[in-house]
């Protein structure tokens, strides 16, 4: 398995996560299979020297030996004396899910993370995509009537409530009530004038990002089912963590007069990577990932030079006051 191999494995991809899964876990699994994959491969022609070899001299009667110069193969590097070619496998996690949460988990290999090369722009990537301060979607599922002391449904019972009262409307009331605090929360981290034309027109684009790291920032929050006690929402956020998910549903209860847990918590896209273009547990191997690779490469760099040429222009953008 050659540098052609290895440089197929430079960039990011997004894999699903299941429930119960740890994402630690699921990098070492990864690894696991990289390793397996570039090891499988058929190794390199070994290197031929030259040895002297002790021989009969060709038409002597009296059988003398002599030395005779033979080209022998090396040993030396074959898997059998050396052990595998690849021995160790860095791969980096973008935007992590805890153990209860499911969904898109990017991934990043960087260039040269095997031991046997040197480390190059592959860390970069990553770096870049935390600066560009992509928003993430999720389906969050709340069950109403009771709240335990870690805002998760098999969490130890706080207290149970009636939900009568709760209708659809009301709900929407208070997601709009929060979207709307969290969009002047997202224009004062990102310190903009919004009277400027710049910045009018970022916000039109929706192109506002944070310039530096924030509390959990809400771009967008909508019912997608409502049937009591369950109800299912979608969140579009920045900056978040799942507690922090599953404490917004707390929240919502608490707006509607009475209590709420969350059941599940499942990413559905992370940046530019949804459900469609993560791969599941069968496609765990090398050349599933090198595909996912080459596929996202055009994407990301798009994605990448979009948000990080408005975040420049943003700096340059005068501030309140």
Request: charged letters at 25%.
């Amino acid at each position: 398995m050659g540098s052609a191999s290895l440089s197929r494995l430079q960039g990011l991809f997004a894999v699903y996560k299941p429930p119960g899964l740890k994402w630690k876990h699921l990098r070492d699994t990864v690894e696991l299979q990289l390793l397996k994959g570039l090891n499988a491969g058929k190794p390199p022609a070994p290197e031929q020297r030259v040895r002297f070899l002790l021989g009969p001299m060709e038409g002597s009667e009296e059988k003398e030996l002599t030395l005779t110069a033979t080209s022998v193969p090396s040993l030396t590097n074959h898997p059998l004396v050396c052990g595998p070619a690849f021995t160790h496998f860095k791969v980096g996690v973008g935007h992590r899910l805890d153990a209860q949460s499911s969904g898109v988990l990017g991934v990043r290999i960087p260039w040269g993370a095997c031991q046997v090369l040197g480390v190059g722009r592959g860390c970069r990537l990553l770096t870049d995509m935390y600066n560009a301060h992509l928003t993430k979607d999720y389906t969050v599922r709340g069950l109403l009537g009771k709240a335990t002391d870690d805002f998760c449904e098999d969490g130890r019972l706080v207290e149970k409530t009636t939900y009568d009262h709760v209708t659809r409307e009301k709900l929407d009331r208070i997601l709009a009530m929060i979207q709307g605090s969290h969009q002047k929360a997202l224009v004062m981290y990102s310190n903009l004038d919004l009277k400027t034309q710049e910045a009018y027109e970022m916000a039109v684009r929706g192109l506002i990002r944070p310039m530096n790291k924030s509390p959990m920032l809400i771009t967008g929050i909508r019912c997608l089912h409502f049937a009591p006690p369950e109800f299912l929402i979608e969140v579009q956020c920045m900056h978040e963590t799942q507690k922090e998910l599953r404490k917004l549903v707390h929240e919502i209860g608490l707006e509607l007069k009475t209590t709420a847990v969350c059941s599940r918590v499942r990413r559905t896209r992370d940046g530019i990577f949804t459900l469609d273009s993560a791969l599941l547990r069968t496609q765990w191997d090398l050349h599933s990932i090198q595909d996912a690779i080459q596929t996202a490469a055009p994407r990301v760099a798009a994605e990448l030079e979009k948000s990080l040429s408005s975040g420049l222009d943003t700096k340059q953008l005068p501030t309140p006051g």
